[in-house]
């Protein structure tokens, strides 16, 4: 089993900046790639950008170009660094892991850009 634990949502203002933490805890050793996905109101939940064990990376392309996902293997953490928000990110943003043939979730963190 894998625990993720999300931080760093907040309200911001359109064009600031957050960043968002991911640390995984329990049997990490097992964690192939490391994510994140958001969903919006009304909306289905949808990838934002996903990392590999090793750095590769996927972005959806409403990220690419204002968002950079980074993972510190050592300790287990994926990051999100979000600059230039818009209205239009305003979700909650879903840490995502998967291993061993399985998908792994933490709780949400809520993202409000106020225009």
């Known amino acids: 089993q894998v625990q993720l634990v999300e931080s760093g949502g907040g309200l911001v203002q359109a064009g600031g900046s957050l960043r968002l933490s991911c640390a995984a805890s329990g049997s990490t050793g097992s964690i192939l790639a490391m994510g994140w996905y958001r969903q919006a109101p009304g909306q289905q939940r949808e990838l934002v950008a996903l990392i590999t064990r090793g750095g590769s990376t996927n972005y959806a392309d409403s990220a690419k170009g204002r968002f950079t996902i980074s993972r510190d293997n050592a300790k287990n953490t994926v990051y999100l660094q979000m600059n230039s928000l818009k209205p239009e990110d305003i979700a909650v943003y879903y840490c995502?892991?998967?291993?061993?043939?399985?998908?792994?979730w933490g709780q949400g963190t809520q993202v409000t850009v106020s225009s």
């Open positions: 995502y892991a998967n291993g061993n043939y399985r998908a792994y």
